[in-house]
């Protein structure tokens, strides 16, 4: 992946997807030292597996439905709902359908780009 950090703009038609998961691929749009914005497409019964992280975590599901647990509690959300992860929160998604979660994580996720 081509580094772009603290591009302003980031062209949907231009960025790559990349694999993430068994039925799973992202992009990462924008990003500085700070936060980052990333696209993650799930397909029908994609699992995000539960994990943690040191980045805070607030997502939006852009479309589809998604089992989103958190600190072992879980919500089914759909097109417009959103979710916060705190730092190091145990969390992880089920695609109920085909769908899409638009990231954002402080500071940005290097992992996602070295």
Not at 7 to 17: I, R, T
Not at 58 to 66: A, M, P, R
Not at 68 to 81: A, N, Q, V, W
Not at 106 to 113: A, I
Request: hydrophobic share 40%; charged share 25%; aromatic share 8%.
């Amino acid at each position: 992946m081509m580094n772009r950090k603290g591009e302003n703009f980031a062209l949907d038609s231009e960025l790559q997807w990349e694999p993430a998961g068994e039925g799973i691929r992202r992009k990462v749009l924008t990003y500085d030292l700070q936060v980052m914005m990333v696209r993650v497409s799930f397909e029908a019964g994609a699992v995000g597996a539960a994990h943690t992280h040191p980045h805070i975590q607030c997502s939006l599901v852009e479309k589809g439905v998604f089992d989103i647990t958190i600190s072992g509690r879980t919500e089914r959300l759909k097109e417009g709902d959103s979710f916060l992860v705190p730092s190091n929160a145990v969390h992880g998604a089920v695609a109920i359908e085909a769908g899409t979660l638009l990231d954002v994580f402080t500071p940005m996720r290097e992992d996602f780009v070295s």
